[in-house]
Each structure stands twice: as C-alpha cells, then as structure tokens.
C-alpha cells in the first residue's frame, strides 16, 4: 500500500514539473491503482453495524492501525487526484471536480486530527500523516486571497498560518516516512512561495534548521541542495548559492526539470 503511495507520489511530482500530458496520464493511473489497494484494506461497514456506531457516537476508535493507515492512504491519493484534475483540465467542470475531491479529502483530515488530538494511543507514522495533511492544507489555503480565504472558510476549510507552520513542524521532527514531505513543504513555502508572493516573512531559523537535518539524511539530494542554495541567495551569499546550485544540477539527470529551475537562478546570481 505504502510502496504503491510512494510511487504515486513520485509520478505526481514528476507530472507537475513536467505539465506533459502522458505524465500526468502515468500519475492519475499510479493514483488509482494505490487508492483501489488501499480501498481492500478499509473497514467495512454492515448497515445494522453502521448504524450502531453512528447511535453510539464512535468513529475512528473501532478501526484496526492498518485500517487507519488506509484511510490515511486514501485521503492522500484523493488530494493528488484532485490536484491532477486542476492541472490537466481547466474548464468548470474539472474545477468542481476537484473542488468536491479537495473539500472531502480536507474533511477526512479534520477527523483524522480529532482522533489524533484524542488522546489515543497511535503510531508515529499516522500521526506524521495527519501532520502534513493539516499543515499542507492550511498553508496552502493560508495564501489565497482575503476574499476567496473567507469564501472557503465559510464552507468548511480552514487557512491558519501559523497551525499549518506547527504542523508541519511536528511532522518534520519525526523519523517517519512523511517527514521529508513535510520538510519540502515547510521549505518550499518559505524559501520560494513567501518570497515570490510576498505573503509574509520568511521563518528562516526553522528553515535552516530542517535543511540541515534534511541534508545530513539525504547529503545527495537534490531538491534539498537546491533549497540550500536558496537559503544562500536570500541572505546575500551570491558564491555559495551558485556552488550549491551547482551541486544540484550535478547531483541528478533524471529530472532534468530541475535542471531548469537551477539554471533560472543561477542566471539571476551572475546578473
């Protein structure tokens, strides 16, 4: 179930850096196929059974650890199919699609996070999931609009900032398997999406703390390398952000997309 999620994942970051049709054809079939796995391992509900938990007022506590972490799977694969419906198709219809995708997989997450804030006793790798599903929402969310946010809010999202800064935070902090997710989303929105749209300042001592970690697990990776050459054009340090730029494009030949990315910064380092 894992492996399929994390070769969906991977599919997914390679469609939206590509924007190519086939790969995002590729990413929505390795979607579905984790989701249809995933689906096997959920709790299944008589009628009389469902209608006795709803009666006694029970949700989450009667699912088994592998039948939570379905759930989890599921949540997660239903927001990649969303987001692969924005960029593939941008007519109404796709809109509301992914729209309904979205509103239900944030919903999923809200009782994830009840459960989770419970008190009950649950593995570090569901709650890290639960971290990065909260934070990612609510920085995501956090980013749009004044009038758009109080639109969303009033039909049930949420986009707090500073929760989904926390969140992703706890979830960075833990040896997990979303922990790297977690930290390239806390990267990302400081290093690029803050200061691109000027949506705040940017939290450059946990930034710097968490590439560092980051860096010492994955010394080679190079999406990390490319953050630490941001980190080092930010604060002025022109020489070294095009040596860790370099070590970047140097480190890979896969993603040549990436490539490109470090080119454009490179270009505005020798300005």
């Known amino acids: 179930m894992y492996h399929s999620l994390g070769h969906a994942t991977l599919m997914f970051l390679q469609a939206i850096m590509t924007f190519e049709e086939d790969s995002i054809i590729r990413a929505k079939e390795s979607v579905k196929r984790a989701m249809k796995l995933s689906g096997k391992r959920k709790k299944k509900f008589g009628l009389l059974e469902s209608i006795a938990y709803t009666l006694k007022g029970k949700g989450l506590e009667v699912y088994t650890q592998e039948e939570l972490h379905s759930e989890l799977v599921s949540a997660e694969c239903l927001l990649i199919r969303a987001l692969l419906t924005f960029i593939q198709d941008e ?149 070294e952000a095009v040596e860790w730029y370099s070590r970047s494009v140097a480190s890979q030949s896969q993603w040549i997309q990436l490539h490109h990315i470090c080119y454009w910064e490179l270009m505005w380092c020798n300005w």
């Open 91 to 239: 007519n109404l219809i796709s809109l509301i699609k992914g729209g309904l995708k979205v509103r239900k997989c944030f919903q999923s997450y809200k009782a994830f996070c009840a459960f989770v804030n419970s008190g009950v006793r649950i593995d570090t790798e569901f709650q890290c999931g639960v971290h990065f599903g909260i934070g990612s929402f609510n920085l995501m969310i956090s980013t749009l609009p004044s009038r758009t946010l109080r639109l969303l809010e009033f039909i049930g999202f949420s986009g707090n900032k500073k929760l989904g800064m926390e969140e992703l935070l706890k979830g960075a902090g833990t040896e997990s398997l979303r922990g790297p997710m977690c930290s390239l989303v806390f990267l990302g929105y400081n290093l690029l999406i803050v200061q691109i749209l000027g949506t705040g300042e940017c939290d450059m001592k946990n930034t710097e703390t968490i590439l560092d970690n980051c860096l010492r697990q994955y010394p080679k990776g190079a999406i990390f390398l490319f953050f630490s050459g941001r980190v080092r054009y930010i604060r002025g340090d022109i020489d």
